[in-house]
């Protein structure tokens, strides 16, 4: 460790107390130190290049001070703006990204602790799995006014929908409450997760009557070939 802008180094900030900045390394959350450089800022000590991967692409944050939520960084250092800026303290989901495949809401995460890590935001989510039927859906539903918490639910129930497909009502909107919406009253939004869910199921019916005549299909061919078979033989036992 060591004092960024004390007294003793004769940096900036004379008067103030040491600050103290952890060089990472192996006692950090990530695998990888990021340390800090002898630049200081009014907000504090900036931190040296790192990585994150982002969206399936390996984006290095540069100028990022110490203290810089995810949400910051996706937004003012990598231009990501479909992470909205709503509270920043964590409450209202606007800001709802996957962490390693976690939900989180980016303005309560560190940048720093998501160092190696995968974070996936709205863009990032597969085109061809649950994310192009929820955003449909929301738009079918009227779950969509104002748009600005869209992003984060989408996020959200893409998310509780790969987990919890069958989820009632009451778990819905449980793993919703942290989520807000100013406009929809949530009905609507309700709605559109319970559409999605009856495609899913409908989708799963549909898949398992595909394989239910299938087998019989197989089944019916082997019975057929038998029957073949026997028939051959006996036309040979009888010349």
Same mark, same amino acid.
Request: overall charge negative.
């Given at each position: 460790? @060591?004092? &960024?802008?004390?007294?003793?180094? $004769?940096?900036? /900030?004379?008067?103030?107390?040491?600050?103290?900045?952890?060089?990472?390394?192996?006692?950090?959350?990530?695998?990888?130190?990021? $340390?800090?450089?002898?630049?200081?800022?009014?907000? %504090?000590?900036?931190?040296?290049?790192?990585?994150? =991967?982002?969206?399936?692409? *390996?984006?290095?944050?540069?100028?990022?001070?110490?203290?810089?939520?995810?949400?910051?960084?996706?937004?003012? @250092?990598? $231009?990501?703006?479909?992470?909205?800026?709503?509270?920043?303290?964590?409450?209202?989901?606007?800001?709802? &990204?996957?962490?390693?495949?976690?939900?989180?809401? !980016?303005?309560?995460? *560190?940048?720093?602790? !998501? &160092?190696? +890590?995968?974070?996936?935001?709205?863009?990032?989510?597969?085109?061809? /799995?649950?994310?192009? !039927?929820?955003?449909?859906?929301?738009?079918? =539903?009227?779950?969509?006014?104002?748009?600005?918490?869209?992003?984060?639910?989408?996020?959200?129930?893409?998310? *509780?929908?790969?987990?919890?497909?069958?989820?009632?009502?009451?778990? *819905?909107?449980?793993?919703? +409450?942290?989520?807000?919406?100013?406009?929809?009253?949530?009905?609507?939004?309700?709605?559109?997760?319970?559409?999605?869910?009856?495609?899913?199921?409908?989708?799963?019916?549909?898949?398992?009557?595909?394989?239910?005549?299938?087998?019989? !299909?197989?089944?019916?061919?082997? /019975?057929? %070939? @038998?029957?073949?078979?026997?028939?051959?033989?006996?036309?040979? %036992?009888? @010349?």
């Amino acid at each position: 460790m @060591r004092a &960024v802008g004390t007294d003793e180094d $004769g940096g900036p /900030g004379g008067g103030v107390p040491a600050r103290r900045v952890l060089d990472r390394g192996s006692a950090g959350r990530r695998g990888d130190a990021i $340390g800090y450089t002898d630049e200081a800022t009014e907000a %504090g000590p900036v931190t040296r290049p790192y990585r994150l =991967h982002v969206d399936g692409r *390996l984006r290095t944050v540069t100028g990022s001070w110490l203290g810089d939520s995810l949400l910051t960084v996706l937004r003012e @250092r990598l $231009g990501i703006t479909s992470v909205k800026d709503g509270c920043e303290q964590g409450r209202c989901g606007s800001c709802s &990204v996957l962490l390693d495949g976690r939900l989180v809401a !980016a303005c309560a995460t *560190l940048a720093a602790d !998501a &160092v190696d +890590a995968r974070v996936t935001t709205l863009a990032g989510l597969p085109a061809d /799995g649950l994310a192009p !039927a929820v955003r449909a859906a929301f738009l079918r =539903h009227g779950a969509v006014q104002c748009g600005f918490c869209t992003p984060g639910f989408v996020v959200a129930v893409t998310d *509780l929908l790969g987990r919890c497909p069958e989820a009632d009502e009451d778990e *819905l909107r449980e793993a919703l +409450a942290g989520n807000i919406c100013r406009c929809t009253g949530y009905g609507r939004i309700i709605a559109a997760v319970r559409a999605v869910q009856a495609e899913l199921a409908a989708g799963a019916a549909g898949a398992a009557d595909a394989a239910d005549a299938a087998d019989a !299909a197989d089944a019916a061919g082997q /019975g057929g %070939g @038998r029957a073949a078979g026997r028939s051959d033989a006996d036309r040979a %036992g009888e @010349r």
